[in-house]
C-alpha cells in the first residue's frame, strides 16, 4: 500500500485510539477518526498475545490484503486502525474478510 494510505507514526496512532470511535465484533477492534486529508489511512496494530511473529505477520498480511481488495468501498477522509483479537489466528480468511466487512458496514465507513 502507498505511503498516503498508511498511519505511519506513532503519533497518528495515539491520535486515532484518543479522538476516535471504536467499533468491534468478536474478531476485531477498529478504531475510526476523521482526518482532514482526501484519501483514508489505514494501521493494523497486532499484539504479542496474538503469536509468534510468523503469525502475527499472517494476520497483518491478511488483513492489508483485505483492506487492499474493497478500497474503492471505503469512504475517504478517514483514518483507521484494525486490531485482532485473539481467536483470530484460528479463523479463515473468509471469515477475516467477514468480520472486517462487518465492522466497516456498522461503522458506517462502507460508500452507498
Do not use: C
Request: proline fraction near 1%; aromatic fraction near 8%.
Amino acid at each position: 500500500m502507498k505511503k498516503d494510505k498508511r498511519l505511519r507514526t506513532n503519533e497518528d496512532y495515539l491520535n486515532v485510539y484518543r479522538k476516535g470511535k471504536n467499533y468491534w465484533n468478536r474478531n476485531l477492534t477498529m478504531y475510526v477518526k476523521k482526518n482532514n486529508l482526501e484519501n483514508s489511512r489505514f494501521g493494523y496494530t497486532i499484539t504479542k498475545k496474538i503469536g509468534n511473529s510468523v503469525v502475527r505477520n499472517k494476520v497483518r498480511r491478511q488483513m492489508k490484503e483485505i483492506i487492499r481488495l474493497h478500497l474503492n468501498l471505503i469512504k475517504s477522509g478517514y483514518d483507521i486502525v484494525i486490531i485482532p483479537k485473539k481467536n483470530t489466528v484460528d479463523i479463515s480468511y473468509k471469515e477475516l474478510e467477514s468480520a472486517i466487512m462487518h465492522l466497516l458496514k456498522i461503522s458506517k465507513m462502507l460508500k452507498k
